[in-house]
């Protein structure tokens, strides 16, 4: 068997993951900044809903503001790699925390344009920092050794889930005492200072080597088409976004069915639960198969847990099996980021890391649009199969017995320490 962890030994722990120079001053900022992303989408929504009256102008605002975000999340990543963090970073974090100063001051009191809002908020969408693949394409400079790395980002996918779980906590406590737009603006001031406290890390680079242009006139833009690796990863990812996206909604449904609704807290806390211990736990094995192999199948372990969760008989029973479900979540994404740090140069990994948090919003999205439109017309159960559908399917990527991917000559002495 190839997915299997190798014999116990002695293995570098998280505490020294931390203890590498300039890593945990380099990861808080990094963690400063993206606090912001878990408080500013739920502060947007409720900031627009409350200026304009209409939860139709909120969720059009929203829509734009995560359309722009994604779509154009490999674009921005493509100018941190050609430019580098300390140049581009600063004017994209300044221009998104402006914008959404602006939001925040329009929404304040009730009667601002919905479209006026819907343009601002797509711009604001259009410049978000991309702090997380920066941050990953930092931590494979900060920690070379490939066994570390995966740590490294088990570590970095864990730190990132309780962001997003401690975000919405944070945004309800500051309606209860103030505007939601007040929200808007504390999660504007902590991207620029999380961008700026991280590009002064002596982790970032200073200048960026001048580099002869082969590939493109204005960047060394990277074309999935071109690194098949990466691609399967790409896919993968999407997959288990479409799943996670669909389970949200999939929850709901199934806690209202129950006459239960106020229990889908409970149901989402235990998926992110699941998913740091998963997370954490990965991140400490040393695997001997190879990244491209075991993504598939922890992507599959995923849907089969989403397929159990459909015929739960119980509420209990539902919220110990996304649990189960959850410990999967960060192993995938982990893996899918080591495969694209190891699939591409040192110049374009940020784009590959962009390109694998795009899949897994955009699939995320598309799952949720998609049992939108089903949940009313099938059985629950039915429609939790059709969501793991994609998942179960990643294991036709499966290669089994083949060798990692390789790199440019610049990085090959960092992909031989890769696992296996």
């Known amino acids: 068997m190839v997915f299997t962890p190798s014999a116990p030994s002695r293995a570098p722990s998280y505490a020294t993951v931390l203890r590498t120079p300039h890593a945990a001053r380099t990861f808080g900022a990094a963690l400063l900044g993206r606090l912001s992303y878990g408080i500013v989408p739920l502060s947007l929504l409720l900031a627009i809903k409350d200026a304009t009256g209409s939860y139709a102008a909120a969720g059009g605002a929203m829509a734009v503001f995560g359309a722009a975000s994604v779509v154009l999340s490999p674009a921005r990543a493509a100018l941190i790699d050609r430019h580098g963090p300390r140049r581009v970073l600063p004017p994209m974090a300044g221009l998104y925390t402006a914008l959404l100063a602006v939001i925040a001051l329009a929404a304040w009191r009730p009667g601002a344009p919905p479209l006026v809002l819907c343009a601002l908020a797509g711009a604001a969408g259009a410049c978000t920092p991309p702090l997380g693949p920066v941050m990953r394409t930092l931590w494979s400079s900060l920690v070379p050794d490939r066994e570390l790395l995966q740590r490294a980002y088990s570590l970095d996918g864990v730190a990132e889930e309780l ?31 999380g961008a700026s406290a991280l590009v002064s890390s002596p982790a970032v680079p200073r200048t960026r080597e001048a580099r002869p242009m082969t590939d493109a006139p204005a960047a060394p833009r990277l074309r999935l088409h071109g690194c098949v690796a990466l691609r399967h990863a790409v896919v993968v990812t999407a997959a288990v976004g479409l799943c996670l996206g669909a389970l949200d909604l999939l929850v709901v449904a199934f806690t209202e069915q129950l006459q239960r609704p106020a229990a889908v807290s409970w149901v989402l806390a235990a998926l992110s639960a699941g998913s740091a211990v998963g997370g954490l736990a990965y991140g400490a094995v040393r695997w001997k198969s190879a990244s491209r192999v075991r993504l598939p199948v922890v992507a599959a372990a995923l849907g089969a847990a989403l397929m159990v969760a459909g015929v739960s008989p119980h509420l209990y029973v539902l919220v110990a099996v996304v649990a189960v479900a959850g410990l999967f979540v960060a192993p995938a994404l982990t893996t899918a980021y080591l495969i694209a740090d190891e699939s591409v140069d040192a110049d374009r990994r940020t784009q590959a890391g962009a390109w694998v948090n795009t899949a897994f919003n955009a699939g995320s999205s598309g799952g949720t ?44 002495s960092s992909v031989d320490n890769a696992p296996q």
């Open 163 to 193: 962001l997003y779980v401690t975000g919405p906590l944070l945004v309800g406590i500051v309606v209860t005492v103030t505007e939601p737009a007040a929200g808007v603006l504390a999660g504007a001031v902590l991207v620029f200072v």
């Open 369 to 412: 649009a998609a049992v939108g439109l089903l949940v009313d017309r099938l059985p629950l159960a039915l429609c939790f199969a059709l969501a793991a559908a994609p998942a179960l399917g990643s294991l036709v990527w499966i290669r089994p017995g083949s060798r990692a991917p390789a790199r440019t000559s610049a990085a090959l």
